[in-house]
């Protein structure tokens, strides 16, 4: 009788947000093609617009770095984005909506603040996973060559951070999936014009401040900025927006999610 | 009932109350009114009540889901909105919707709940095979949960809300969808758990489930209380002792309820349900009315039976499914 609430009191809730990782791992264990997918779609756009289109670009004008070691950092924030949102929109959506996944266990200690917090830890995991290896691959093929791109680590967490964050809030925001493919119509643009293949200085005078407000531009100057080893105080902007953004989604998440669940 | 009264207060609210929030759908709704109850070691507490009557509300109120917006809630001496984690580390729940983890097998979905409490995966290994025997699914411990039928859903369902060995069980119509086997077995597993000390608070739509099981239960009716007390009290404050049940072939139907009534006019001290295939005469004496009535028409059957929670129920609720 007393043995489960004596279990429960020595764990208090230090270690509740990690209960919810360790269900993620035990699913996902089941689905490596997962994480699969999130290293080799980046690769086979380095491979195919990196290296193949690159070869007839050369280097990015006016910063004398190749085409393909301009993209990489690029493409590895966009994946960390990718990997975090699908896992928090697209699976947290269907946990909410249909699978009533989070009904069943606020009925456990668990509160609301301790998944939304688990939630964003395993897709800041995931992210991370998706980065190592495409760190690792893109460090093969010799596209990242200053030993600053091991900062790149931490920086993909951030990324993973905000956007997870982001993918919590959306969730409670979609209706329906129709109101996914919103999602996309967003997200599609944004990854073609976040300065992800081609600079700032590319883009009319007039167009440049709004390609500054995406979350992507400032995942991929951070990336960029860490990847090539140099840094400037376009870096810490950068950081600073996306732990500002993940901390307005995060709040802004805790009380829709609060209402939906505790209703 | 004395000796009850001597074990501790695990759950009292008073003036519990709930109203749910205008949605885009309709306007606010108050679920439950002023709902007084208390709840004390090794007693098993039923809620009973039409649809919509705020049975399940009360229940999530009670887990330390969903926080009143009237009253005050104790639940083992807390206050449910501070300290829900610590609460609910001593309950079990089984809600109205199973809510399985649909991408977990059987035995994962024992194992995994059973962390969310920060159990040792030691211990939740052993406890998750004697639940797997106690929900008899040991042919599907492996599969999804998604492969199961309705029942053995249901049955995992109980199953799990047991891996933290609780000290009151919530359980929210837990025997519907059950074959009879599955439910005189839990039933009897309900009773020993009882017996052990664990305080149980059961909704239900069988009135034999609630007779057999509960030291007392709660009629509801719109959110708010309209009787309370043991079963045997509630039949002798609300009902008459015994139901005098009449059928009658199809056209004499009419001829029977109106020398029922006939026979009431004159002054026979009973009261007359009419419902589309027989008629209810409840009397103090069933015996005497079967005579009385059969001497002016005769019916197709005739049974006395002593009153039941089931009359108590639609005396108190109407029989319309609408008022
Ligand atoms: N999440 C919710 N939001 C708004 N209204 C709700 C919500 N849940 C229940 N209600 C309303 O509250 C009232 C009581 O519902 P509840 O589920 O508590 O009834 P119940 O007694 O459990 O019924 P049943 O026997 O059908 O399970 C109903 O009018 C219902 O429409
Ligand atoms: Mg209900």
Excluded at chain 2, 107 to 116: I, K, S, T
Excluded at chain 2, 193 to 216: F, P, S, W
Aim: charged content about 20%.
């Amino acid at each position: 009788m007393g043995s489960a609430a004596t279990a429960t009191t020595r764990h208090r809730g230090a270690g509740r947000p990690w209960w919810l990782v360790e269900r993620h791992l035990l699913v996902y264990r089941r689905s490596w093609s997962v994480f699969v997918a999130d290293v080799t779609e980046p690769l086979l756009y380095l491979i195919a617009i990196g290296l193949g289109i690159g070869s007839l670009v050369g280097e990015v004008a006016g910063t004398g770095v190749p085409y393909a070691r301009y993209l990489a950092p690029a493409l590895l924030a966009t994946s960390a984005m990718n990997s975090a949102m699908n896992e928090a929109s697209q699976r947290v959506f269907m946990r909410i909506k249909l699978e009533k996944t989070y009904q069943t266990m606020i009925t456990t200690p668990m509160t609301v603040r301790d998944i939304q917090f688990g939630e964003v830890s395993w897709a800041v995991l995931r992210g991370l996973a998706t980065t190592a290896g495409f760190l690792v691959a893109a460090t093969a093929m010799g596209l990242v060559r200053s030993p600053f791109a091991l900062l790149a680590i931490p920086a993909a967490a951030l990324v993973g951070f905000a956007f997870a964050a982001c993918g919590l809030l959306v969730a409670t925001l979609l209706r329906s999936w129709y109101d996914y493919l919103y999602l996309q119509l967003f997200m599609l643009p944004m990854f073609l014009f976040a300065t992800t293949f081609f600079p700032l200085d590319r883009f009319p005078d007039a167009v440049r401040p709004v390609v500054q407000a995406l979350p992507l531009y400032h995942a991929v100057t951070l990336l960029r900025q860490v990847c090539l080893g140099r840094i400037d105080q376009h870096a810490a902007l950068s950081a600073g927006y996306l732990l500002l953004l993940g901390l307005a989604a995060c709040a802004l998440a805790a009380g829709r999610w609060r209402r939906m669940l505790q209703s | 009932m004395t000796s009850a009264h001597r074990e501790p207060l695990l759950v009292e609210g008073s003036g519990l109350g709930k109203t749910y929030p205008a949605g885009p759908g309709g306007a606010a709704v108050p679920a439950v009114r002023g709902l007084d109850l208390e709840l004390r070691r090794g007693e098993a507490l039923g809620l009973l009540g039409t649809n919509g009557a705020g049975k399940s509300t009360t229940m999530r109120m009670l887990a330390a889901v969903s926080p009143p917006t009237h009253g005050t809630l104790r639940v083992f001496g807390l206050d449910p909105l501070h300290d829900g984690p610590r609460i609910r580390a001593r309950l079990g729940v089984v809600p109205q919707d199973d809510m399985l983890d649909q991408e977990l097998t059987v035995r994962e979905n024992l194992v995994v709940y059973g962390r969310y409490f920060g159990l040792p995966k030691r211990v939740l290994r052993e406890r998750a095979e004697r639940l797997i025997e106690f929900a008899a699914l040991e042919a599907k411990a492996d599969a999804p949960v998604t492969a199961l039928s309705g029942g053995m859903r249901r049955r995992l369902t109980i199953a799990r809300a047991l891996v933290n060995e609780p000290e009151i069980l919530l359980l929210d119509e837990p025997t519907t969808g059950l074959d009879p086997q599955a439910r005189q077995l839990l039933w009897d597993r309900l009773i020993r758990l009882k017996n052990d000390g664990v305080a149980l608070i059961v909704t239900t739509h069988y009135m034999d489930e609630a007779e057999q099981l509960c030291d007392r239960v709660l009629i509801m009716e719109r959110g708010a209380l309209v009787a309370g007390g043991s079963p045997r009290e509630l039949i002798g404050a609300h009902v008459l002792p015994e139901v005098l049940e009449l059928r009658f072939t199809g056209t004499e139907h009419a001829a029977g309820c109106a020398a029922v009534k006939e026979l009431i006019a004159e002054g026979a001290p009973w009261r007359l349900e009419v419902l589309p295939d027989r008629l209810l005469v409840a009397a103090a004496d069933g015996q005497d009315a079967q005579r009385r009535i059969e001497a002016r028409v005769l019916p197709r059957a005739s049974l006395v039976r002593r009153a039941t929670l089931e009359d108590v129920f639609l005396a108190l609720t109407g029989r319309a499914l609408v008022e």
